[in-house]
C-alpha cells in the first residue's frame, strides 16, 4: 500500500495538468489573483460574487488534485495534512479568504474533539 502513494498522486498531478489550459502572455502580464476574475467571467456568475465562485472552483479542482490521492488510501493523517497544505496555498495566493481555512479548521478540530479529550485523559 505504501508504493501506491506516489503513484497515485503522480497520476492526479499529471490529471491536473492535462485539465490546465496553456496560456501564452508576456511577463508583466501574469498576475494570479486575477486568474479567479478571469474563471467567474468565463462561467458567465454575476459581477459582484465573479471573483468568490472563479476562486471556489479553482480552489476546489486544486484541492482534489492534491487530497485525492490520500483519501484513495484511507489515511485520515495524511488527508489532514495535505488538507491543510492545499487550503494554506490556495489562501497564499488569495484566490480563497482567510475565513474558509478557519472554518474548516474548526470543522476539523470539532469532529476530532473527541479523540484530543483521550489525549488530555
Do not use: Y
Request: aromatic fraction near 12%; include cysteine.
Amino acid at each position: 500500500m505504501k508504493r501506491r502513494l506516489p503513484t497515485l498522486t503522480l497520476l492526479s498531478f499529471f490529471l491536473f495538468l492535462s485539465l490546465v489550459h496553456v496560456a501564452f502572455c508576456d511577463e508583466d502580464q501574469i498576475n494570479v489573483n486575477t486568474i479567479p476574475q478571469a474563471v467567474g467571467e468565463k462561467l458567465g456568475i454575476p459581477e459582484p460574487n465573479t471573483a468568490l465562485v472563479g476562486g471556489l472552483i479553482i480552489s476546489m479542482v486544486f484541492f482534489m488534485a492534491i487530497v485525492l490521492p490520500s483519501l484513495l488510501l484511507g489515511n485520515k493523517s495524511l488527508s489532514f495534512v495535505f488538507c491543510f497544505l492545499a487550503l494554506g496555498l490556495v489562501t497564499a495566493l488569495g484566490w480563497l479568504s482567510p475565513w474558509f481555512l478557519l472554518m474548516i479548521s474548526l470543522l476539523i478540530c470539532g469532529t476530532a474533539a473527541r479523540q484530543i479529550m483521550k489525549w488530555f485523559r
